[in-house]
């Protein structure tokens, strides 16, 4: 269970406010019109941004002056957060030991993740020499590894075309069922809501609105999502 309880944080003009709950094991799309919060909402989760007001607990647990790294969180961007000098096996590796130096069975499981997600044979290669949709099974492998009970992706497959997308969302949910983790996914395309998550988490006019299933809501729009969605 993730939950924000009476959040407020403000940025410059901007004000965000959160109150609500979302169930663990939860797969929920954060969707709203561009500047609308989306990913002031998850730096919040993530620990990137302070509240000025309210409370973010994890499980029960506090985690509102957690440091990013402390969070029972891992956070995917866009970018997928690889190291280009770094082996594709000791980027995943970071998952376990930030200093790298990893004990024999870590060696094993992290071999045995990239099998997981089809990149066994390439644990050699450095970022560059691997397609965008291998670069994101690297970063899948790691949040694998890491089994936090929250995942937060900021437009994380937002680069990729449709075929890809599919294949790294497939990917994305067979790891949650793995690790039971409750994933947050902004995104700016209503079909990978509607295929990958049953509620939805809509931030319009400085609200963080608690969730709501998902087809329904876009179905019928309220007319700011409407408008943004087109
Ligand atoms: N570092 C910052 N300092 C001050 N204001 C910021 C900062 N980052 C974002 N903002 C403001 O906060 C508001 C929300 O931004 P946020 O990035 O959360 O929106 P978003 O919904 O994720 O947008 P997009 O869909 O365009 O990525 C915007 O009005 C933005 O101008």
């Given amino acids: 269970m993730l939950e924000f309880d009476a959040v407020r ?3 410059g ?25 989306k990913s002031t909402l998850l730096s919040l989760a993530g620990g990137f941004l302070a509240p000025d007001r309210g409370r973010i607990r994890v499980e029960g647990r506090d985690i509102t002056v957690l440091p990013p790294g402390q969070r029972p969180v891992s956070m995917l961007f866009q970018d997928q957060n690889l190291f280009p000098h770094l082996t594709v096996a000791q980027n995943v590796g970071l998952g376990l030991r930030p200093d790298g130096r990893l004990s024999d069975p870590q060696r094993a499981r992290v071999a045995q993740v990239l099998d997981e997600v089809g990149l066994e044979g390439m644990e050699d290669r450095r970022p560059a020499n691997l397609s965008g949709g291998q670069q994101g099974r690297v970063a ?4 694998l590894l890491r089994a936090r009970p ?5 437009e994380a497959f937002a680069a990729l075309g449709p075929a890809l997308k599919a294949e790294m969302l497939a990917l994305l949910g067979r790891i949650a069922d793995q690790t039971g983790a409750t994933v947050l996914m902004v995104t700016h395309d209503p079909d990978d809501a509607r295929s990958f998550a049953p509620q939805t988490i809509l931030v319009e006019g400085g609200v963080a609105h608690p969730p709501v299933p998902t087809g329904p809501l876009l179905d019928d729009p309220p007319p700011g999502l409407r408008a943004y969605l087109g």
């Fill in 9 to 11: 944080v403000t940025r």
């Fill in 13 to 37: 003009p901007f004000t965000l406010s959160a109150d609500l709950s979302v169930p663990k094991g939860a797969r929920v799309a954060v969707i709203g019109p561009s500047g609308s919060g």
């Fill in 140 to 143: 899948l492998a790691r949040v």
């Fill in 150 to 154: 929250l995942l937060l992706l900021d």
